[in-house]
């Protein structure tokens, strides 16, 4: 499963030249849910660390066919050819353990991008266990970034939980949307509008053209209505086309602005930081969790109280009393 | 500390006839945090859970200064006086612990109201202990329901946590604010717009008519950017004046008809039975997290792994799994 084994040195030597194999395979390591493979993973990330932090991390979602992926093969190869970076993508997709479908699974999607010397395309794992390849998805971004790519494309879907993951691993969050007044809110979840900091009206093109530039002056207009974040980033809207490859770089600049303000506020380092320190905790709370309803039996005794609860025979507080405390049962 | 004594069968008889002083002393029981207390609580609470349920909940949020407490006051009469209800206001504070001040801690602020027959006005508790009050708060809402009052209006202030486990114990959620494009945003955590039911614009009155009417057709605008709600109610803008009294039919109409509704489609139930879920959930993470948290000299080892964390030394799993396996480290 874990392919050809490297000492740790080797693995480290081979990421921080940017061998894009032995990233791949330190990747698999780093997400093996065998405990065998936790020392070296460890040694691994203990010597890269010191060579993370210095991309920028930019999250992407979007409803299905706003044409993320399109877009990403654009925006990366934009950026390489454009501006000299080294792009690598990743995705966060806890849907794929159910076989809905990988984003980045077919990776054809991304043609150009998979093939670039100056790219690194991860496809998102297909075998994810919870709280495993999914805890691990800030380790597989640092060492893409020990591995020297400038520029990390998280994309995610627009339906779940996943939002909240990314927006709490990246420096910039990027939505996506398309023409058609509120319609393409349809597949986005509550709360997603207040976390971006940059909304992108994509296939601008065409016949669509000046629908998008409508939707676009609706949407300035409605942002001023969300409350300011935390980063006194004033999120904007622009149009793109990912198919001819406009707009792109009206949205760079703006990723630029974004950092040139956050960096000199002191904002961009303090949001890493807590973004670490959150993340810290919230693998404390999974494995706790974990540890709890893992036990023999427990799913059978919580589906007897939940349905208690249901049925509002007890309340909330004493159905989890009842569980944490059987002996007061 | 918990007054006079009553048996579990006194409680309950003085709770369902309605007896305020009784209701008053069984809150302070259930809110306890004395375990001696737990046995007692528990059996009351199963006596009466038979008779909970019957009343609307409604959650009101709005930044400090929009009027929130005039605006119970006012809402609450409206309700006894025009609609023959019953009305109990409760309190979610958490920042009272800090000595900020207490919401509905200066009773007179709610003259009216608080000396009601028809009305009971429970002050926020000003010795909150985490996990303690706070989780018993459901629990509260279900004895004023046991008691007869069919309106409960639930009180928070727009700017912390509490808007969340506020949302996740009431049927229709209600923000209130003012006049003024934007501005008045400022205090409002994100993430807030995207969870009401209902807008109303308060204070629309005098030569703040004019500015509240060009607000509301700016908010009615804005909303149609919000995603829609599982419940498939369409949120509605409001102009209303607590002071004067005006507008506040058109507030119970709205509340009348999201209960319409979202009773025919069965997702009324269904919130209630998956609030109470969740919370159960709840419970045992932060029973959990306490556990784990209250380790003696746990406080000065996070501390420490947070600073390896922030420095940029090690991971967050890595720090996660220093804190959980000890023995790795």
Same mark, same amino acid.
């Given at each position: 499963m874990i392919g050809k084994r490297f000492s740790p040195e080797e693995y480290v030597k081979g990421v921080l030249n940017g061998d894009k194999v032995v990233l791949g395979r330190a990747i698999t390591l780093?997400?093996?849910?065998?405990?065998? *493979?936790? *020392?070296?993973?460890?040694?691994?990330?203990?010597?890269?660390m010191p060579h993370t932090g210095k991309s920028i991390r930019i999250g992407i979602t979007g409803v299905p066919g /706003?044409?993320?992926?399109?877009?990403?093969?654009?925006?990366g190869t934009y950026?390489?050819?454009?501006?000299?970076?080294? /792009?690598?993508?990743?995705?966060i997709d806890p849907s794929s353990q159910l076989s809905k479908g990988s984003i980045l699974g077919d990776k054809t999607r991304m043609e150009q991008l998979s093939v670039n010397d100056k790219a690194f395309v991860r496809p998102s794992p297909t075998n994810l266990n919870l709280g495993g390849v999914a805890a691990k998805s800030?380790?597989?971004?640092?060492?893409?970034?020990?591995?020297?790519?400038? /520029?990390?494309?998280?994309e995610t879907v627009g339906v779940g939980q996943s939002e909240t993951t990314v927006k709490g691993m990246v420096d910039f969050f990027l939505l996506l949307m398309l023409a058609g007044a509120g319609d393409d809110l349809q597949g986005i979840k509550r709360g997603i509008m207040e976390m971006v900091d940059h909304i992108a009206i994509n296939k601008t093109d065409g016949d669509n053209t000046k629908a998008s530039k409508e939707a676009q002056k609706q949407l300035k207009n409605a942002l001023h209505f969300f409350p300011p974040a935390q980063s006194t980033w004033q999120p904007k809207v622009t149009t793109c086309s990912a198919l001819i490859g406009v707009g792109?770089?009206?949205?760079?600049?703006?990723?630029?602005?974004?950092?040139?303000?956050?960096?000199?506020?002191g904002y961009f380092e303090k949001q890493r930081k807590n973004q670490n320190v959150k993340r810290m905790h919230e693998f404390i709370i999974d494995a706790l969790s974990r540890d709890f309803y893992d036990k023999d039996g427990m799913a059978q005794k919580i589906n007897e109280i939940e349905e208690?609860?249901?049925?509002?025979?007890i309340s909330p507080y004493q159905g989890g009393n009842m569980l944490f405390n059987p002996k007061s049962d």
């Amino acid at each position: 499963m874990i392919g050809k084994r490297f000492s740790p040195e080797e693995y480290v030597k081979g990421v921080l030249n940017g061998d894009k194999v032995v990233l791949g395979r330190a990747i698999t390591l780093i997400e093996s849910i065998n405990p065998a *493979d936790q *020392d070296i993973s460890d040694k691994i990330l203990n010597l890269l660390m010191p060579h993370t932090g210095k991309s920028i991390r930019i999250g992407i979602t979007g409803v299905p066919g /706003v044409g993320k992926s399109t877009f990403i093969e654009s925006f990366g190869t934009y950026l390489i050819k454009e501006k000299g970076k080294k /792009v690598a993508v990743l995705a966060i997709d806890p849907s794929s353990q159910l076989s809905k479908g990988s984003i980045l699974g077919d990776k054809t999607r991304m043609e150009q991008l998979s093939v670039n010397d100056k790219a690194f395309v991860r496809p998102s794992p297909t075998n994810l266990n919870l709280g495993g390849v999914a805890a691990k998805s800030r380790e597989v971004l640092l060492l893409c970034e020990a591995a020297g790519f400038d /520029v990390i494309l998280i994309e995610t879907v627009g339906v779940g939980q996943s939002e909240t993951t990314v927006k709490g691993m990246v420096d910039f969050f990027l939505l996506l949307m398309l023409a058609g007044a509120g319609d393409d809110l349809q597949g986005i979840k509550r709360g997603i509008m207040e976390m971006v900091d940059h909304i992108a009206i994509n296939k601008t093109d065409g016949d669509n053209t000046k629908a998008s530039k409508e939707a676009q002056k609706q949407l300035k207009n409605a942002l001023h209505f969300f409350p300011p974040a935390q980063s006194t980033w004033q999120p904007k809207v622009t149009t793109c086309s990912a198919l001819i490859g406009v707009g792109l770089d009206q949205i760079w600049k703006t990723i630029e602005d974004y950092c040139s303000l956050t960096k000199s506020t002191g904002y961009f380092e303090k949001q890493r930081k807590n973004q670490n320190v959150k993340r810290m905790h919230e693998f404390i709370i999974d494995a706790l969790s974990r540890d709890f309803y893992d036990k023999d039996g427990m799913a059978q005794k919580i589906n007897e109280i939940e349905e208690l609860i249901k049925a509002g025979k007890i309340s909330p507080y004493q159905g989890g009393n009842m569980l944490f405390n059987p002996k007061s049962d």
